[in-house]
Structures are given as C-alpha cells and as structure tokens.
C-alpha cells in the first residue's frame, strides 16, 4: 500500500462510515420484517424485497469503495457534467418514463428501473458547489443569487413535470446552503412567512386572514419607531403588500397547483377532514403500528400490524412504523438521533474544508438528508403530510440507495483528501 492510500484510509471520518453500515443493516432487517412470508423465510431469498435489497447493498458498498479510491477533484472538474446528465435523463424521462403510483419518474429495462430524480439531487448539490466556490462568488451578487437559484430550479421543476412533488420539495432544503454562503436572512424569514401564511389561509378564510394582518401591521407601525416617517411607511406597505398577496394567492396554487390527493391530505393533517379509510388510511394505521410498539417494541417479526399488511408501503415511505412497532420506543429514538448526529456531524465535517467546494458540497449532504429523515418521519407518525421520499439509506430501492450513497461517499472522499486540497 502506497503513502497515498494510507493517508486517504487514515483521513476517513470512520465514525461516519460505521453510522452509513449501521443504517443499511437497519434498513435490511426491518424490510425483512415488513414483507416476511412463511414460504419465503429466508433472508436471502433473492425473488423477495429484502433479497433484492441485499443487492442493492452489496452493490453500493461496491459504490462506496470507487468513490473513495477516486482523485477528489474528478467530482469538482466534472460537477457540470454530471448534472448536465441528470438533466438530460430528466428530459428523458419526461418523454418515454414510465408511470408509477402516478408518478412519471422511472427509466426502465425489462425488470430493472432507475429513477433519475434520486441522483439528480446529487447532481445539484455537486453544481450548486461548483457555482459557489468561483472566485470572487458574492452572494449579494444578483448575479450570483441568479445563477445559483436557477441551478436549484431547472431540475425542481422537470422533477414537477414528472408529478413527482415529493422528491421536487426536497431541492427546497438546498436554500440551507444559500444561506450558509451569505444568503440574507430575510430570504429566510419571507420563506418561513409564507408558510406559515399559507397554512393559515387554508384553515381562516383569506380575506378575514388579510383583515387580521392590516391590524397587526398597523399597531406594528405605530409601536415601532423611526425618524424616517416615509421610510417606515414603505418598510410597512411592502410587507402587508406581500402578506396580501401571498394569502389571496394560496386559493389559486391549492386550486390549481396541488392534485387532488395533495389536497386531501393537507385537509386530513390540518384536521379539516376526517378520512381514515381512504386518504388517512396510510397515516392512521402507521400511528397505530408505531403506537402499538410501546417502549420495548413487540420484537423482531412479532409486529401484528406489519405481519398483517395494515399499512401499504411498509417497506419504503413507511418503513419507520416497522422500526416503531417491533423496536418501540427505544429503537425509534436510537434511528432520530443517529440522524441527527449524522447531520451535525456532516456540518462539522464541512466546516473544517478548506476547499470552498468541499465546504459547500458538504452542507448540501447534510440538507438533503435532513430534509429527507425529517419530512418521512414527520408524515409517518401524522406530523406532516405525506409527500413519498424513502428514509435515507433505510427504505427499500436502489435508485435512492445507490444515489444517498453517492451522495455521502463523495463528500467522505473531500474530506479524506482535506488536506491535500488547496
């Protein structure tokens, strides 16, 4: 072994490695006991999910070890490469993909599929790194804010195209980077803002909303003092203006834009409806699963919610309700902090790059992931509505395995090879 090697071996955040092996032995475990058959009880039964798994495992460690054995500046020398790839197998897929779940997101080859929106987070990421490490990048730049939000958008929407909302939203968490690069935090704020002004006009009418918001802001001007009378006029009419236009505009994109499944499971979450056999089916019997678990869990194989199929996608989007009903309470936990830690750790690991890119790449590692553990739990147990994105590096399929596993591993490398870099 060369002197190179040793120190690319010496170099890798172990600790982060284990956590990734960890997760992947959870998720093959818990996929086995989310379709386990009498007539097919063997783990590695091959005509079955957790078989197929096995595979798509093996074949990411496979991954894992390229990427690691690679030069770490192939990834910033071919970041637009690679997206302009992404890119053009998202068009691809727009014109001859396959409908699943009526989602037109699948590239497929007799019984193989891929779906190229998985890897094309990575892609962005890898793009969005590259944008932002230029020389000279200032991101109080129009220009800069232009071309790294355009960078973002053009894959969000192909992915829109596809009817595929959930896995478009999660190019939303690549605004934590923005941010992190010097984005204003009113960016942030106006985001938040309209959220939550989104939410609260689908459960008040808009227009008694809009009446509620003259008031806040007029005791606001009136509390809130400067010498500049025509300055704070402005400040203030600039925002109720945005207010009024993003209250009156939420009856248009909840008419127009969301489909009607969408829809109802917003009003199912806001509590506007009541539909446990049909679009709250999924949710109610997932808080069962996880519910039924208590502290200890019912055990391995021993869930009766699981055994008995009561909730559809237990082994993808749903996979957490396994983790709840045969590991409880315990098991729960143990999975939310391991992610946690992997995000905090993942930021930690950023900030210690002294490539510009590496720093940036990392930050989106850690958005994406986040984004990803956050939202699919949070629609499991009721708290969000439920979107389809699989739990990294836990739920059945290869396209996100083998993509997460890009994802992690190249930054890994950047940070094997930190202090070779300039």
């Keep these: 072994m060369d002197r190179k090697s040793k120190n690319i071996i010496n170099n890798i955040e172990w600790k982060v490695v284990i956590a990734y092996l960890f997760l992947l032995l959870v998720g093959w475990i818990n996929i086995y006991a989310a379709v386990y058959d009498g007539e097919h009880s063997s783990i590695l039964d091959f005509s079955c999910r957790y078989g197929k798994q096995l595979i798509w495992i093996v074949a990411s460690l496979i991954i894992a070890l390229f990427v690691l054995i690679m030069d770490p500046k192939f990834f910033s020398q071919t970041s637009y490469l690679i997206y302009t790839i992404c890119i053009g197998m998202l068009l691809v897929v727009l014109a001859i993909g396959s409908v699943t779940k009526g989602a037109k997101s699948w590239l497929g080859v007799g019984d193989f599929g891929i779906q190229p929106s ?76 309209s959220i939550v002004l989104f939410v609260l006009a689908l459960v008040i009418n808009p227009y008694l909303l809009v009446g509620i918001l003259f008031v806040l802001m007029l005791v606001a001007y009136f509390i809130i003092h400067r010498r500049n009378h025509k300055a704070r006029f402005i400040y203030f009419f600039g925002v109720f203006a945005f207010c009024v236009v993003i209250t009156l505009g939420v009856s248009f994109v909840y008419d127009e834009a969301l489909e009607s499944h969408q829809k109802d499971r917003i009003e199912v979450l806001l509590g506007k409806k009541q539909d446990y056999k049909g679009v709250g089916y999924n949710v109610n019997q997932s808080k069962i699963a996880i519910g039924s678990g208590g502290f ?26 396994t983790i ?46 986040f984004f990803h553990f956050f939202i699919n739990i949070g629609m499991t147990i009721g708290l969000l509505p439920v979107i389809g994105i699989p739990l990294p590096f836990i739920s059945y399929g290869g396209s996100s395995l083998w993509a997460f596993t890009l994802l992690l591993f190249i930054f890994i490398r950047q940070d094997a090879a930190r202090a070779e870099l300039v």
């Design 296 to 321: 200890l869990g019912k055990g391995f194989l021993q869930g009766t919610q699981t055994k008995f199929n009561f909730v559809p996608e237990q082994d993808t989007d749903f996979i957490f309700c």
């Design 118 to 193: 998985e890897f094309a987070k990575m892609a962005t990421a890898l793009a969005l790194a590259k944008v932002l490490s230029g020389i000279n990048v200032d991101m109080n730049e129009w220009k800069t804010k232009i071309s790294a939000i355009g960078v973002v958008a053009l894959p969000m929407l192909l992915v829109l195209l596809q009817n595929d909302t959930g896995s478009a939203l999660v190019f939303c968490s690549l605004v934590f980077v923005l941010f992190r690069e010097g984005l204003s935090s009113y960016v942030l704020i106006f985001g938040a803002a």
């Design 324 to 369: 709840g009903e045969e590991w409880g309470f315990i098991g729960s936990t143990v999975i939310v902090f391991l992610y946690i830690w992997l995000c905090v750790k993942l930021i930690k690991m950023a900030e210690r790059q002294r490539s510009k890119f590496a720093r940036i790449y990392g930050y989106g590692v850690a958005s994406i992931i």
